[in-house]
């Protein structure tokens, strides 16, 4: 026996829940003194980076053997089961990553808080609330500490309520996630099924039939589906992400966001056993019309924050089509490709959390500078906030997946695994694949679009308002956030093979394969399938553009003409363009609206044209439905409203009326009860 | 075999008189008139469960039969007269509904309970199936009653003529315990403070028991 006394891994991990907890009463104490931003903030930096640490270490030491522990709370038959395994491992790093950038973030980003004692006890709440959601190991911890997650982002996004629009965020917020709530509760007791056992262990034992499977996959793609922000259930997203202080937002979106798909994951992957094929049919489609969609809302968006809130939505479409395939292969036994798509699935989570927290982080440094988030008003920051300028352009270059950051390796695995469909025995399947690739591949062209146009639109160009003009650089910490994600962002696209390595005791775990081992292959490639098959380099690739770019450079500035020319600069047509005149974010979005948008938004253009004699301008006036509101959400909305006025005349009865209630209700019960025994 | 012949004819003739009795209650328009009927109802339900104590041969049913006796068909009507009197309403016409429209839904109500029971307890003892059916109809007439009346003392009265139907139901079957009994008095009896002392709060505040003027206090009309 070891003398040591051996804390086991998943017990460190819930000591820093426990430490994050003590941190959220500490900051109700502290709350409303001047020090409490630094002292709570730098308190959830310390325990997110020795969480990451931990989490690291188990996923990259012993994955393969997990580590459980028993609380005695919850369910007195059942305590509250714990347990870290190498998901749970990947997905705490995920977690604390985002927590620990967040914590930087505001350390320099939460002394501009308003009110921070709405803020400051929250936010350690919620990171606890994450950690515990992926250490559960019960179905009913698992739905504890999903509610108190979503509860205290819910209090985070009513943070400033009194802002216009922040309290009907809040509200549809909190409706989207009991109903996500309700549906995990039923997939939940589904799976636990007559013999009522809660411990996953126990659920992963047991055999379920087809009927419950499909049911299971259903709620768990309308529970985890809703927190996640797959159409047509993300109707809360760009709503309670942007309401939210921007580190937030970057948590909500970067982070919980795969909290979500976690739970997915771990349901769908592990609890439910081995798949159907049909199974993965709904998830590649919701997917496809998820990253379609979600990309196209934010690409006619131009509010930043709502943008990026959007962009998430596309992003998770892409991660729910990698699941979709890793489940149709793994239905096939074809485990090299189901293995290839799972993991691209998880890189792009791990990328997604970088970038996406990059550029919210980004999108808090042009608030906090300029206090707007309306891309009109904003323009030529990249002269007044040069640092903040170049950590998001590397953001929006890694998220519209280009060579070399991280972003296109994630995309590009995934189309690798698209490329296997041909593999696939089922010609649903082997039809449908490659269309959904080719949802992705527009999903990746928009995304690249979109955010040329809130790069654009937000940085270059010159100021369209005093504010942008104005606008200073923010400080050291937000800064330093910001670039270590970036460099992040950069490491990922470089040493992927890394990363795949580091991933593949998941795939191990959840789908009994792997992929090729990449540490063998010369100078940092990485073969997916096979080298003859295909290859990625993103060292040669990141020095061709290094090299290409700086010869051009030097050809440039060594063969063209250095001879001085003044003359009156195009205008155009313009000849004094006010900065209001410059091409804005609609007209960016223009052709893409004439092309998608009659469809998804049955857009119109209004040119509102004075009659002559008239001085006042012409006027053109975009008319944009978001037809999922319209169409599903908003009868919902009507139905109740009428149904809840009607049954309001109940509230205002007699006390005869009443009791006649009562009585008719007995009679009829009894005269069923005659007319059918 | 005459005997249980007897018996049965007996309890049945008692049990149809309680249902007799709630339809002479439904008739009545007066608070007065509509107290002493009660006191013939609860006077009557005494009887019944005496006679069950005799022939079930159970002596604790007596003292259920003398509680029913005393409380209900002297203690309760008395007490109600004087709250009548002190509140001056015994010249008020309080039926909500016409007395015809009443009548026929009670007999609808009796016919139904008659055949849910007679259907419901095909193998049970036929003195209880018949009993039974009976008490349903008193425990239905009695909520009739309530829902009829616009009254607060009224509806007390009817509440308590379906407390009685529970009794004659409890009674009726074998082996009941006297605890129940008690409890079921002694809940008949605190329902009856408790709604004396609501009716006199009522009268402080409205100068009236209608129960409509409730309403109007909740901002509610007519």
């Known amino acids: 026996m070891n003398s040591a006394v051996v804390i086991s891994p998943v017990a460190l991990q819930m000591s820093g829940v426990a430490a994050l907890l003590v941190t959220a009463i500490l900051a109700i104490a502290l709350s409303r003194s001047e020090r409490a931003t630094a002292v709570i903030y730098g308190a959830t930096l310390a325990i997110c980076a020795a969480a990451l640490f931990g989490a690291l270490r188990a996923l990259l030491g012993d994955a393969a053997n997990s580590s459980t522990l028993i609380l005695p709370v919850g369910l007195p038959w059942l305590g509250a089961h714990f347990r870290l395994d190498a998901l749970a491992s990947f997905f705490l790093v995920v977690v604390n990553l985002g927590g620990a950038a967040a914590s930087l973030y505001g350390l320099g980003y939460g002394h501009h808080e308003p009110s921070p004692h709405r803020v400051l006890p929250f936010f350690p709440a919620f990171l606890a609330g994450m950690n515990l959601v992926v250490l559960a190991d019960d179905a009913f911890s698992y739905l504890l500490c999903w509610e108190f997650m979503s509860l205290a982002s819910w209090a985070l996004v009513m943070a400033h309520h009194r802002e216009p629009g922040n309290a009907k965020a809040g509200y549809v917020y909190l409706v989207m996630a009991s109903f996500g709530t309700l549906s995990l509760l039923l997939a939940f007791g589904l799976l636990a099924g007559p013999a009522g056992d809660y411990g996953f262990a126990a659920i992963r034992a047991a055999a379920h039939t087809p009927y419950v499977a499909a049911l299971v996959l259903i709620l768990m793609l309308l529970g985890a589906g809703s927190k996640a922000g797959l159409v047509p259930l993300h109707v809360w997203l760009p709503l309670a992400h942007p309401a939210a202080p921007s580190h937030v937002s970057a948590l909500m979106s970067g982070v919980m966001t795969k909290v979500a798909i976690y739970g997915f994951i771990r349901v769908v992957f592990d609890l439910l056993g081995p798949p159907n094929w049909s199974a993965s049919v709904i998830v590649l489609f919701l997917g496809s019309i998820t990253a379609v969609l979600g990309i196209l809302y934010a690409m006619m968006e131009n509010d930043l924050k709502r943008l990026l809130a959007y962009s998430t939505i596309e992003n998770i479409g892409i991660i729910f089509v990698s699941l979709g395939l890793a489940l149709a292969f793994q239905a096939n036994g074809l485990k090299l490709a189901a293995a290839l798509a799972f993991t691209a699935a998880l890189f792009h989570v791990l990328n997604h959390s970088f970038f996406k927290s990059l550029l919210f982080f980004g999108a808090g440094a042009v608030l906090n500078s300029t206090g707007e988030r309306d891309m009109d008003k904003l323009g030529g920051l990249i002269h007044r906030m040069p640092f903040t300028s170049f950590a998001v352009l590397v953001g929006c270059v890694a998220i519209s997946a280009l060579p070399p950051f991280n972003g296109f390796v994630s995309e590009w695995l995934m189309f690798q695994a698209v490329l296997q469909s041909p593999d696939l025995p089922q010609w649903a399947l082997k039809i449908m694949v490659p269309a959904v690739g080719a949802m992705l591949a527009l999903a990746a062209a928009l995304a690249a679009a979109t955010f040329v146009k809130a790069y654009g639109v937000t940085f270059l160009g010159r100021p369209r308002s005093t504010a942008a003009e104005t606008a200073n650089e923010v400080d050291r910490y937000s800064l330093a956030a910001m670039f270590i994600l970036a460099v992040l962002c950069l490491l990922g696209g470089i040493l992927p093979g890394l990363v795949i390595d580091a991933l593949s005791p998941v795939a191990v775990e959840i789908l009994g394969g792997r992929m090729p081992i990449q540490a063998n292959e010369a100078w940092l490639s990485i073969a997916p399938i096979a080298e003859s098959r295909s290859s990625y380099n993103g060292l040669l690739v990141m020095m061709f553009i290094a090299i290409s770019a700086s010869l051009t450079v030097f050809f440039i500035h060594r063969f063209a003409s250095h001879a001085l020319r003044r003359g009156p600069a195009w205008g155009c047509g313009f000849s004094d363009a006010v900065p209001a005149a410059q091409y804005s974010g609609a007209s960016f979005a223009q052709p893409i609206r004439r092309v998608f948008g009659t469809m998804v938004f049955h857009a119109r253009d209004h040119v509102e044209m004075p009659p002559p004699g008239d001085i006042r301008p012409a006027r053109l006036r975009i008319e944009l439905h978001d037809l999922i509101w319209e169409g599903m959400y908003a009868p919902i909305a009507g139905a109740v409203a009428v149904s809840s006025e009607w049954l309001n005349q109940l509230q205002f009865l007699t006390i005869r009326r009443y009791l006649s209630l009562v009585f008719a209700t007995l009679v009829t019960l009894l005269l069923v009860l005659a007319i059918w025994s | ?222």
Do not use: C
């Open chain 2, 1 to 222: 075999m005459q005997m249980h012949s007897l018996s049965f004819d007996v309890s049945h003739t008692l049990a149809g008189g309680l249902v007799l009795i709630s339809f002479l209650m439904l008739y009545q328009d007066r608070l007065y008139s509509l107290l002493n009927v009660f006191a013939l109802h609860a006077l009557v339900l005494a009887l019944s469960v005496a006679w069950q104590a005799f022939i079930q041969d159970a002596p604790h049913l007596y003292v259920t039969a003398v509680i029913a006796l005393v409380f209900k068909a002297i203690v309760i009507p008395v007490a109600l007269h004087r709250i009548v009197k002190q509140l001056g309403i015994h010249r008020d016409i309080e039926a909500a509904v016409g007395i015809g429209p009443t009548m026929l839904a009670g007999m609808g109500l009796v016919a139904l309970s008659m055949v849910l029971m007679l259907r419901v307890t095909a193998e049970a003892d036929p003195l209880a199936r018949e009993d039974l059916a009976f008490a349903l109809s008193v425990v239905l007439l009695g909520l009739l009653v309530m829902v009829t009346r616009r009254n607060a003392v009224s509806q007390v009265v009817g509440f308590m003529s379906l407390e009685n139907g529970l009794v004659l139901a409890a009674t009726g079957a074998k082996g009941m315990p006297l605890v129940v009994e008690i409890s079921v008095a002694f809940s008949i009896l605190i329902a009856f403070i408790v709604i004396g002392i609501f009716l006199f709060r009522i009268r402080e505040r409205f100068d009236s028991v209608d129960v409509s003027a409730l309403d109007d206090y909740r901002g509610e009309h007519r």
